[in-house]
């Protein structure tokens, strides 16, 4: 019987304190595109942590900051088991819509796949 899916966003997986953001901003290991910069750092833990900071000057409407959060989410929660062992804090940088949606999802994967394989442990 194959495992159930799980939709959810438990706190396990959430960056939560200011420290555990500024740990992550602080070792500036970033790669980014026209829609997100990505900083990560390895976090000791068999699964991966995600922070988000998608702020009013990304766009003014919350409707669009919320749907770049949940589109965020929706990437991190399909990919989490390949980047398990690293905090993720994604930084948005330019607003999308439902429009160029697909497109700025492919383009977190990459962004988060590249750090997955800058912070890959050796051997």
């Known amino acids: ?3 159930a899916l799980r939709y959810g966003f438990p706190r396990v997986l959430r960056l939560l304190k200011t420290d555990d953001y500024s740990s992550v901003f602080s070792l500036r290991s970033s790669a980014s595109n026209d829609y997100f910069q ?7 833990l068999t699964h991966a942590r995600l922070g988000m900071v998608v702020g009013r000057k990304t766009d003014k409407r ?5 749907y770049i ?4 989410r929706e990437v991190f929660r399909l990919h989490a088991a390949e ?18 949606g697909e497109a700025a999802r492919e383009a977190l994967l ?14």
């Open 62 to 66: 919350a409707v669009v900051r919320n």
């Open 69 to 72: 959060r949940r589109s965020t």
């Open 1 to 3: 019987m194959a495992p």
């Open 38 to 44: 990505v900083l990560a750092r390895p976090n000791g």
């Open 83 to 100: 980047l398990a062992g690293l905090d993720l804090v994604v930084r948005s940088r330019k607003a999308f819509g439902r429009k160029e």
């Open 110 to 123: 990459k962004l988060f796949l590249k750090q997955r394989a800058r912070h890959a442990q050796p051997g």
